[in-house]
């Protein structure tokens, strides 16, 4: 299945940091996505294993669900089967994402985790076992976009680059933690914003945004003229080792 989430098109709609991060900005639009796309491999598997059974359920349009996240309501339209007792695992009828599952699915996208690294999240976060069929299906569909995505080619010349970070609290090993994605939003000399990349959960220094600045030039990153930071540390001193 192809996802109906168009990277490029929502970007350019986005014009301040609050339409990337903010309630129905870019990264929740992104989420949103993400479930769909979980909920329609959920379905595809339940119909398929009942049809093994003899039973012959057949879908039956959908049902509007609020998911509650870190990032306010998102609106799911939940697929139904006509027969049947089909029930999502993603969302359960109290329709509230565990806390934390907002960020892998981020991850999964900025990252191109792997398909068990993210197998692992899902179960740690809902107690679900995924059988080694449904895996792929659930996986692949997210984890060919967010490879595509993440390794993509970047321009060579980006006159200017801001970065920023959201912060937001998850449960991490029974306590509440906070945590911090970093953003990387480039306008390039034709004035097109792309966001450049995302990492999560790091903690800020110069170690880190060397890695970070590293992986830009990687990808194809031959200069940055202007750098707009907020006071974040260790940042200059990367930059003017990897962009002299």
């Not at 959920?42 to 057949?58: A, H, L």
């Not at 390794?151 to 801001?162: A, E, K, M, N, Q």
């Not at 914003?193 to 903690?203: A, Q, V, Y």
Request: proline fraction near 4%; include cysteine; charge should be negative.
């Amino acid at each position: 299945m192809t996802s109906g989430f168009h990277y490029q098109e929502e970007l350019s709609k986005c014009s301040t940091m609050e339409d990337i991060a903010g309630p129905n900005g870019l990264v929740q639009r992104m989420v949103k996505d993400a479930i769909k796309q979980i909920l329609q491999s959920e379905i595809t598997d339940y119909i398929t294993d009942e049809k093994s059974k003899g039973n012959t359920p057949q879908r039956n349009g959908t049902s509007p669900k609020k998911v509650k996240t870190f990032y306010g309501s998102i609106d799911i339209d939940a697929p139904r089967v006509r027969e049947g007792e089909f029930e999502p695992e993603v969302i359960k009828k109290r329709a509230v994402i565990e806390e934390g599952l907002e960020a892998q699915i981020i991850s999964m996208y900025a990252k191109g985790m792997t398909v068990r690294d993210i197998v692992s999240h899902v179960q740690a976060l809902y107690g679900i076992e995924l059988s080694p069929a449904s895996v792929p299906n659930i996986t692949d569909k997210i984890m060919e976009e967010a490879r595509e995505w993440y390794s993509r080619t970047l321009d060579g010349f980006y006159p200017v680059v801001f970065l920023d970070a959201v912060h937001y609290k998850v449960r991490e090993e029974g306590r509440i933690v906070t945590k911090a994605s970093y953003v990387a939003l480039g306008i390039n000399a034709e004035g097109r914003k792309d966001i450049l990349g995302i990492w999560i959960g790091e903690n800020e220094g110069a170690k880190f945004w060397l890695k970070v600045c590293n992986e830009l030039k990687n990808r194809g990153v031959k200069d940055i003229l202007i750098a707009c930071i907020d006071g974040l540390q260790g940042f200059p001193d990367a930059i003017k080792t990897v962009f002299p």
